[in-house]
């Protein structure tokens, strides 16, 4: 099936709509779909946004259809660094030895972002009715793996200038859109606290960087809004 388009009815046809594309319940009966469409909660988040802990289900498992979050942590000195973006099909919450978590003061929205939430109970009894499943959270498991092995070999290894060349690319690659005027949009409303904590540096050595970048014409860039202008050369700071 290749037509996406989102139907215009009520929210339980989009929610149907939402598990049908999501990458993780492929292959799942009609009828089980509208079970799960029944038992679980959608919840739609703006940039900015995080999600609410639920005093009842503090356990609760979620995973991302549509959309993508940062998941990002802190220190007692009001240090933070971004350890992850996560996209559709990754999940998080009240998995075995992560229930102490509190993943709510942690994740925040990048871009409208759907998600669903089910309890454990109900996680397990589709892993045992589709081990397929199970295969495929372990394949986005490993995935999350390797960009963890990544970002801290970039962090250990790599400028920041390289990290934030890198990190404008990738974003550019995964959520932008080729302009009319040439070059290619970053994709998200970002700003330079944003990326540093995304390429683990300060705000003022990001703002010292950027600036080099606009006098260089690589990026235009104005509130909130980042447009590459030079995608090779940044590809080719990139890589080096």
Request: glycine share 8%.
């Amino acid at each position: 099936m290749t037509e996406t388009t989102k139907p215009h009815g009520t929210l339980t046809d989009e929610k149907l709509w939402h598990l049908q594309h999501c990458p993780l319940f492929s292959g799942i009966s009609r009828q089980e779909m509208e079970h799960l469409r029944n038992v679980t909660i959608m919840v739609k988040l703006e940039p900015e946004d995080r999600i609410l802990s639920d005093a009842d289900d503090p356990n609760a498992i979620w995973f991302i259809k549509e959309g993508l979050m940062s998941l990002t942590y802190g220190d007692a000195d009001g240090k933070d660094a971004t350890v992850l973006l996560l996209g559709p099909g990754d999940l998080f919450g009240g998995m075995e030895g992560a229930e102490n978590l509190d993943y709510s003061q942690n994740l925040a929205a990048l871009k409208p972002t759907v998600l669903c939430r089910m309890t454990q109970i109900q996680m397990e009894g589709l892993l045992n009715k589709h081990p397929e499943i199970g295969y495929r959270i372990t394949k986005f498991s490993w995935r999350r793996i390797a960009r963890l092995q990544q970002r801290l070999a970039e962090i250990m290894t790599k400028s920041v200038r390289v990290r934030l060349a890198t990190m404008l690319v990738n974003l550019s690659t995964d959520y932008g859109a080729d302009l009319p005027e040439g070059g290619r949009s970053v994709g998200l409303t970002i700003t330079h606290d944003d990326l540093a904590r995304l390429v683990g540096s300060s705000r003022e050595m990001v703002s010292k960087v950027m600036s080099s970048f606009r006098d260089e014409g690589f990026i235009r860039s104005s509130r909130k809004q980042i447009n590459i202008t030079d995608l090779p050369g940044l590809q080719q700071m990139a890589e080096s």
